[in-house]
């Protein structure tokens, strides 16, 4: 059973920056496509960035620039670096993880292909 832990995140000004972190463990020498997804209450989980274990990554236009995801198979560690944050950046981030998913690609994918969730990380961006 693969496991997510995520820490950082909070607050922060228009034009700062947070880090995410999300420790994984638990899941097969195969490295799993891992992500990124945000929620705004009442709306879906929307795909922020994903990588797969050879580090190929895809990120959202409504990020890109400003947001790098990367991870550290060492550390089972996953990571969203997130500056130029903008106050419509505001939500629950949260981690994910599916093992043997055939593509591992931001518009290939949504939330329900992945089945492990971290328990969810706030940022609140103040304009």
């Known amino acids: 059973q693969v496991k997510l832990v995520e820490s950082g995140g ?6 700062g920056s947070l880090t995410l972190e999300c420790a994984a463990s638990g899941y097969t020498p195969v490295k799993p496509c891992m992500g990124w997804f945000r ?6 989980r929307e795909g922020v960035a ?3 274990g050879a580090g190929y990554h895809s990120i959202a236009d409504s990020v890109r620039g400003r947001f790098t995801i990367a991870r550290d198979n ?3 560690t996953l990571y969203l670096h997130m500056v130029g944050l903008k106050p419509e950046d505001t939500a629950m981030y949260y981690c994910a993880a599916e093992e043997a998913l055939p593509i591992c690609i931001l518009g290939g994918l949504t939330a329900t ?15």
């Open 39 to 44: 929620q705004v209450s009442g709306n879906q």
């Open 74 to 76: 060492a550390k089972n």
């Open 10 to 15: 909070g607050s922060a000004q228009a034009g």
């Open 50 to 52: 994903l990588i797969d």
């Open 113 to 127: 292909d992945f089945r492990f969730w971290g328990q969810g990380a706030q940022v609140t961006v103040s304009s």
